[in-house]
């Protein structure tokens, strides 16, 4: 087993200052059976060395943002030369206006943009901007997504709060909680039912496009088209959350690979280069509420300040070059392809979404296409299988159904050793 000494230490001290040690609660390792989380001193490219000097592949791309791998040169370069010239001014840059433009390009049913800081301040905002859009209040959205920690989507939200077991967050008020209407993804029924019953007060059904929160889940053929045609039907907007979509499979967003288009979409992670950032768009109509054109208020010291503007700009150009998408689709396929095999060999039951360079490894042996199927994820499995592979020097997010992800930076022998290290857990997993 690997060394840790100085990651325990680390954790120690970090309890005491930081709760929880940990400054996001997916970092913690409650979920793979507790301790000291590994505390990582430097990132290059597909790699992670760790406080005792130890070096990982890394499949968490930080949970979603690096795409291109780590300290790449281009967004380092931006975001240095931009640090130059000062890092926020409090007033409007040409670089914002030339980041907007490469988005809406990109996404063109963002004809309008807003940048900000977050996902989480990203989807809150669309939300506010429905409401009073719309002069309703309820929200639909479907079980275990995901989609920040405002108030409103930290009712039976998954992702963070489920992998810790919470179900729900403490210090939401009732009445908050009531204003949104909860059900199963890919699921038609009971988003009529939803609608037959509440749809005249729906301001807005939020979706994630493809669910990236609970592994990788895509939309059955169809149902996004209908959540359009209904929700649109009960005079309610359409939100797609694609802050962890977006750019990851393809240059623009899972709306524009399938050519169904939101009202409003909220755009971070990859967006941002590594950079804190976060955006939302829709049509100019919409957009037009909010402040100072309209009466929607949203504002923000830090938003769109230069670095996040750079970085973000200079990752996409660099995912704008020709190959990229295919390079990240061929390697997940052969990591995800020979993750299956292997799982035959042995005899361990998987289950594997992939979609392009992302994938999920569901310890299951059933099809997973909503949050029910992928909590059926065997959980000491996962906690074993990702102690192993973390002895071999592989780091995967410390979740049970969070995705593994490509990045650019990933090479073939990358893959190959990846492979070798999941043999040697899965042999030891049968052994015990
Ligand atoms: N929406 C989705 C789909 C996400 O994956 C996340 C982050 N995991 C968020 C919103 C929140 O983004 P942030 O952490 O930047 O606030």
Known sequence: ALKRERSEQLYKQALDVIVGGVNSPSRSFRAVGGGAPVFMKRAKGAYFWDEDGNRYIDYLGAFGPII??????AVTEAIVQTAADGTLYGTPTEKEIRFARMLREAIP?????????SGTEAVMTTIRLARAYTGRDKILKFAGCYHGHSDLVLVAAGSGPSTLGIPDSAGIPQSIAQEVITIPFNNLDALRE??????DQIAAVLVEPLVGNFGIVPPQPGFLEKVNEWVHQAGGLVIYDEVITAFRFHYGGIQ???????D????GKIIGGGLPIGAYGG???IMEKVAPMGPMYQAGTMAGNPLSMAAGIACLEVLSRPGVYERLDEMGKRL???IGELARNYGIPVQINRQGGAFAVYFTEEPVIDYEGAQRADSEMFARFFRLMLDEGIYLAPSKYEAWFLTLAHSDEDISDTLQAV??????????
């Open 68 to 73: 291109l791998g780590h300290a790449h040169p």
């Open 109 to 117: 049913s963002c004809e309008q943009i807003r940048f900000v800081n």
């Open 194 to 199: 939803a609608l037959d019953r509440w749809g």
């Open 256 to 262: 524009t690979m399938y050519g169904v288009e939101p």
């Open 264 to 267: 409003l979409t909220a755009l």
């Open 283 to 285: 049509r100019r109509e």
């Open 336 to 338: 995800a392809d020979g």
């Open 423 to 432: 043999d040697h857990a899965f042999k030891q997993m049968k052994k015990s």
